[in-house]
C-alpha cells in the first residue's frame, strides 16, 4: 500500500503512532512499540510517512515516558534517547533503501519483459541441462509451438546444432519448425553468469528470406559481373563534388588497374592516350559544369603499351543533396575499332580491285577508242609529208592535215585522261557533281565496246538537273559497272533489238535518280545479286554490284534493281541533290 498524498501520509502516520502510544500504556513497552510503528510507516507509508513517523516516536517517546520520571537532565537518560533515536532512524533509512532497490529492481524487471515480450528475435533461456526454461511471444512465432510445448524440452528439438559448450558467439544454424521444416536462423548465444537455473539465453532470428534475398542479390552480382566480362562493359559512379569514383570489375580490367587501387582523375588521366588526354579533360570538364550526360571516346595506354579503345557513357543525376552525380559505363571496343579499320583496308582493296576488273572489261574499248585517233594522226601524218615533199606545196591542204593530227591527237588525249581520271586511286573526295555530265563521259568511255558488241547506247538526261554532292570517280565507277552488266546481259540475246538506256531525272524533289536499262535476259537469283562473291559470270569476280552498292550508301542514297515490263532489267539509284544535302547539314 502506498501513500496517494502528503496528507495521507502524514494521517497514517499519526494513526499508527497513536496506537503505539495506546499499545505503550498497556505494555509497558513504549520503545518496542514506537519502532514497530516506524517499520509499519516506512514499510508502507513511504519516506516522508517514515521519517515524520521517527520525527513523532522520538517527540511521543521523550515526553510520554521519559518526563517527569527520568528528565533529560539527567544523564541516565541520555543512552536510552540516543540508542531509540538511532534505532528509529537506521529502521527507515534501511527499509527506505530496500524499497528503492525493489522499486528499482521492479522496473528494469519490468523492461527487460517488455523488451523481451516486444523482440522481433526469439529469446530463450536455457538450463544448465539444455532445457529451455522461458521463451517469449517471438520464439514462439518463429519455431511455430506454444510456449508450453517448448518449455522442459530440449534446445536440440528446435537448434539440432546447438551445443551448450559453445562459447558466446553469433552463428548461423538451422532451425526446426514444428511441422519438421528447415529454415535458416541467426542464433546469438550468451552464458548467463552466477544463476542457479538459468546457464544461458540464446537470441534466434529467422533469416531464410534474408539468406534467399542475399544468394538472390549475390547471383544477380555474378550475372552481372558475366554479362561485363562477355560484353566487355564495365560500369563506373563518380561523385563530382567529393571526386569520389567507384569502378566495377571490369571496368579496372578494362583500364589496367590493379583492383585494390582507389581509382581517382588523375589516375586515370594518368591511364589516357597522351594525345586523348587534354580533349578528356575539356569534355568531363565541361560537361560536369553543365550538369550534361557524358558521351565520348577515348583511349587507355596501358603498361606494356597496348591500346584500348573506350566509350564512355554517363548519365548525369542529382542525390537527396542535390550534388551531381554520373552512373555511367566504359565499354572497350577496341576489337570493333580495330575491325572497322581492317574492314575500311579491305573494303579500299576492293574498290581498287573493281575499278582494275572495270578496266580490264573495258581494255577492249579503250583501245579502240586510242587507236582511231592514232590511226587518223599516222594517215594524216603519211600524207603531209607526201605534201610537203612535192615540188609544189598545197599550203591549205597541209593545214588541214597538220589541223586534223592535232584534233585526233586532242580526242587521244581526251580518252587517256578520261581513264586516268575513271581509274586513279586516292581518297574519297565529294564535291558538286553534274551527274548529266558524268553519264556523257561514261557513254563516251563505253561507245567502242558497245560497237564492238552491236549494242546500242541511248541517254536520256534531264535538262534541269540538279547538282549532286559526291565522288565523280566513284559514281563514274558506279555508272561503267552497271553498263558493263547491262552489255554482258545482252550478249545472249540473238534476236530483237539490243539496246541499252540511261536516264536521269528529280525523284521525290531532293533526290537525283539514274537509271541504267538493258533488254537482256534478266536476273536469275535477283536475291542474291549482292551478296559479296556471287556471280554468274564466267569471269566474274562479284564484288561489282557489291561495291556499287556501297558506294551509293556511301553518297547516303540506295540502289536496286527492277525487272522490266519486257525483257531485261533495269538498275536505278538515287544519291541526294546538293541542296537538301546543304540544308540537312
Keep these: 500500500m502506498r501513500m496517494t498524498s502528503r ?58 515516558f521519559l518526563s517527569p520520571q527520568a528528565p533529560l537532565t539527567e544523564h541516565s537518560s541520555y543512552p536510552r534517547v540516543a540508542a ?46 539444455g532445457e529451455i526454461l522461458l521463451v517469449n511471444p517471438s520464439a514462439t512465432e518463429i519455431f511455430g509451438c506454444s510456449g508450453a510445448e517448448m518449455i522442459g524440452k530440449p534446445i536440440v528439438r528446435f537448434v539440432p546444432r546447438f551445443r551448450g559448450d559453445n562459447a558466446a558467439s553469433v552463428s548461423e544454424m538451422t532451425g526446426l519448425h514444428r511441422n519438421g521444416t528447415e529454415f535458416v536462423a541467426e542464433v546469438t548465444f550468451g552464458r548467463v553468469i552466477g544463476s542457479s537455473k538459468s546457464a544461458a539465453v540464446i537470441f534466434v532470428r529467422d533469416i531464410t528470406e534474408r539468406k534467399r534475398a542475399e544468394n538472390a542479390l549475390r547471383l544477380s552480382e555474378s550475372y552481372l559481373a558475366a554479362a561485363q566480362r562477355m560484353s566487355r562493359t564495365g ?38 592516350h597522351p594525345e586523348d588526354r587534354a580533349a578528356v579533360r575539356e569534355t568531363m570538364e565541361t560537361s560536369s559544369r553543365q550538369g550534361a550526360d557524358l558521351d565520348f571516346e577515348h583511349r587507355f595506354l596501358l603498361s606494356d603499351g597496348s591500346v584500348k579503345f573506350v566509350h564512355v ?105 578520261r581513264m586516268r581520271t575513271l581509274f586513279k586511286g586516292g581518297d574519297f573526295k565529294k564535291v558538286p557533281l553534274d551527274i548529266n555530265d558524268i553519264a556523257k563521259e561514261v557513254r563516251n568511255l563505253i561507245r567502242s565496246e558497245a560497237r564492238k558488241r552491236k549494242i546500242g547506247v541511248e541517254i536520256d538526261l534531264e535538262p534541269e538537273l ?10 563514274a565507277q558506279v555508272l561503267v559497272n552497271l553498263c558493263i552488266n547491262g552489255f554482258d546481259a545482252m ?30 535476259v534478266g536476273l536469275h537469283d535477283p536475291d542474291r545479286i549482292f551478296e559479296a562473291f556471287y556471280t554468274t559470270k564466267a569471269n566474274g569476280m562479284g564484288m561489282g554490284l557489291p561495291i556499287c552498292r556501297s558506294i551509293i550508301e556511301l553518297h547516303n542514297g540506295r540502289l536496286w534493281p527492277q525487272r522490266n515490263e519486257g525483257s531485261g532489267t533495269t538498275f536505278c539509284f538515287t544519291i541526294p541533290a546538293l541542296n537538301s544535302t546543304m540544308s540537312a547539314s
Aim: proline letters at 2%.
Design 7 to 64: 496528507f495521507q501520509a502524514y494521517f497514517f502516520a499519526t494513526g499508527v503512532g497513536s496506537a503505539a502510544i495506546a499499545l505503550s500504556w498497556i505494555s509497558s513497552a513504549p520503545s518496542s512499540c514506537f519502532l514497530l510503528a516506524v517499520v509499519i510507516c516506512s514499510l508502507y507509508g513511504g519516506t516522508e510517512c517514515g521519517i515524520f513517523s521517527v520525527v513523532l516516536s522520538i517527540v511521543s517517546f521523550d515526553y510520554l
Design 84 to 129: 531509540f533515536i538511532a534505532t528509529a532512524v537506521s529502521i527507515n533509512l534501511i527499509i527506505a533503501a530496500k524499497q528503492r532497490g525493489d522499486r528499482v529492481r521492479s522496473e528494469v524487471e519490468e523492461q527487460h519483459r517488455v523488451i523481451t515480450e516486444t523482440s522481433l528475435d526469439g529469446v530463450l533461456s536455457i538450463g544448465h541441462q
Design 235 to 272: 560500369s563506373f559512379g563518380w561523385h563530382v563534388s567529393s571526386g569520389d569514383i567507384v569502378w566495377s570489375a571490369e571496368t579496372f580490367r578494362i583500364a589496367g588497374v590493379d583492383p585494390n587501387i582507389t581509382p581517382t582523375l588523375e589516375l586515370i588521366q594518368e591511364r589516357i
Design 313 to 417: 557513357l554517363g548519365k548525369a543525376v542529382h542525390d537527396e543533396m542535390g550534388d551531381l552525380q554520373y552512373i555511367g559505363a566504359a565499354m572497350d571496343v577496341t576489337a570493333s575499332k580495330l575491325a572497322q579499320e581492317s574492314l575500311q583496308r579491305f573494303e579500299e582493296k576492293l574498290t581498287q580491285a573493281s575499278q582494275l576488273a572495270t578496266l580490264s572489261e573495258a581494255s577492249a574499248s579503250i583501245a579502240h577508242e586510242i587507236n582511231q585517233p592514232l590511226t587518223a594522226i599516222i594517215a594524216n601524218a603519211h600524207m603531209c609529208a607526201e605534201s610537203l615533199s612535192a615540188d609544189s606545196v598545197d599550203v591549205a591542204n597541209t593545214r588541214e592535215l597538220v589541223q586534223e593530227i592535232l584534233d585526233c591527237s586532242y580526242h587521244a588525249s581526251e580518252v587517256v585522261q
Design 466 to 475: 540538279p547538282e549532286a554532292w559526291g565522288d565523280r570517280v566513284q559514281i
Design 491 to 520: 550478249d545472249l540475246v540473238m534476236d530483237g533489238p539490243r539496246k541499252l538506256y540511261v536516264r536521269t531525272k528529280v525523284h521525290d524533289h531532293v533526290t537525283i535518280r539514274v537509271e541504267v536499262q538493258d533488254n537482256g
